[in-house]
T-cell receptor, first 118, second 113 residues
Framework: GENVEQHPSTLSVQEGDSAVIKCTYSDSASNYFPWYKQELGKGPQLIID?????GEKKDQRIAVTLNKTAKHFSLHITETQPEDSAVYFCAASKVGEAGGTSYGKLTFGQGTILTVHP | NAGVTQTPKFRILKIGQSMTLQCTQDMNHNYMYWYRQDPGMGLKLIYY???????DKGEVPNGYNVSRSTTEDFPLRLELAAPSQTSVYFC????????????FGPGTRLLVL
């Protein structure tokens, strides 16, 4: 089955700096890669996702890049703010026609605790 | 829409007791999932359902059971609770195709002593 590795496990930055979190996956058939943000005491919430037919996607201060050949993808947060402090999870899945009977099941990385210091 | 709701928020069980974690979604999603999250770890899939009456095992199904009698509800049953089942449990739902975003509930924290 799919295996997703996420690094680093903790990341501490100063407000205004950039933060980068990296994930690698094992199943070359995976084609959907979401990133979730989990605030203390809450469920994960999708912040951005990317599909395998796209190399990069941006949404304001957040961007995700995908390298299919190397089977890794990264989350980039620019101009970090204290409210960005949370646990971030990457995940991989096979969806759509290429996914067959995967039914959108997500395999998660271990999570990164991001702390942004004012 | 309330989205995905879970009850209870927190529960303490004694070893060997049973309980049902409730999950309800009001988005008319076909797909529903149960995950567990252990400290310092990512979420692991316990069971999932692609529609009413259809369920299947995920990565860590042992010690759990599920049912899906309606589109809205997807309860998770723990029989004979064990300390290894101490965790935070999340329910999620999504559309089947084209809109794969999984929407998560707030979680149920379970402590088995």
């Amino acid at each position: 089955g799919e295996n997703v590795e996420q690094h680093p496990s903790t990341l501490s930055v100063q407000e205004g700096d950039s933060a980068v979190i990296k994930c690698t996956y094992s199943d070359s058939a995976s084609n959907y890669f979401p990133w979730y943000k989990q605030e203390l005491g809450k469920g994960p919430q999708l912040i951005i996702d990317i599909r395998s037919n796209v190399g990069e996607k941006k949404d304001q201060r957040i961007a995700v890049t995908l390298n299919k050949t190397a089977k890794h993808f990264s989350l980039h947060i620019t101009e970090t703010q204290p409210e960005d402090s949370a646990v971030y999870f990457c995940a991989a899945s096979k969806v759509g026609e290429a996914g067959g009977t995967s039914y959108g099941k997500l395999t998660f990385g271990q999570g990164t605790i991001l702390t942004v210091h004012p | 829409n309330a989205g995905v709701t879970q009850t209870p928020k927190f529960r303490i069980l004694k070893i060997g007791q049973s309980m049902t974690l409730q999950c309800t979604q009001d988005m008319n999603h076909n797909y529903m999932y149960w995950y567990r999250q252990d400290p310092g770890m990512g979420l692991k899939l316990i069971y999932y359902s692609v529609g009413a009456g259809i369920t299947d095992k995920g990565e860590v199904p042992n010690g759990y059971n599920v049912s899906r009698s309606t589109t809205e509800d997807f309860p998770l049953r723990l029989e004979l609770a064990a300390p290894s089942q101490t965790s935070v449990y999340f329910c999620a739902s999504s559309y089947p195709r084209g809109l794969e975003t999984q929407y998560f509930g707030p979680g149920t924290r379970l402590l088995v002593l």
